[in-house]
């Protein structure tokens, strides 16, 4: 009985820990692709979520090299995709740039990553 009593408790558990991680938003793909080296600036960044996110708790901001926010402040989730969040960037001098994004799921629980992607002209 005491058996029975630990694996449906472990089993319980196991169940909860994995709703638990799909209650999450984690980074998907982007554009310009994560690691990726772009030929020419990007206009935006786009960066897509495993989920649904909150749209005023959740942003992306683009970082150079000296670790200045390059980005013009307009981070988005597009309406008709509630997992992208997008941010215009201006025209992008030769470099690398990071990415560091804040991701908020419909349940309130936020997750947060960074990236890089390298501009040659």
């Not at 472990?10 to 169940?15: A, D, I, M, Q, V």
Request: aromatic fraction near 10%; include cysteine; charge should be positive.
């Amino acid at each position: 009985m005491k058996f029975m009593r630990k694996l449906a408790l472990s089993l319980g558990l196991f169940t909860a820990c994995g709703t638990l991680a799909q209650a999450h938003a984690f980074l998907d793909h982007a554009v310009p692709k994560v690691g990726s080296t772009v030929n020419g600036s990007p206009s935006v960044v786009k960066v897509w979520f495993t989920m649904e996110i909150q749209g005023a708790l959740s942003k992306i901001e683009v970082f150079d090299v000296k670790e200045n926010e390059v980005d013009k402040k307009d981070a988005k989730v597009d309406p008709a995709d509630k997992a992208l969040m997008v941010v215009s960037v201006p025209k992008l001098p030769a470099g690398t740039y990071k990415v560091v994004w804040h991701a908020v799921c419909p349940f309130g629980h936020p997750t947060t990553g960074t990236f890089t992607f390298d501009v040659t002209n």
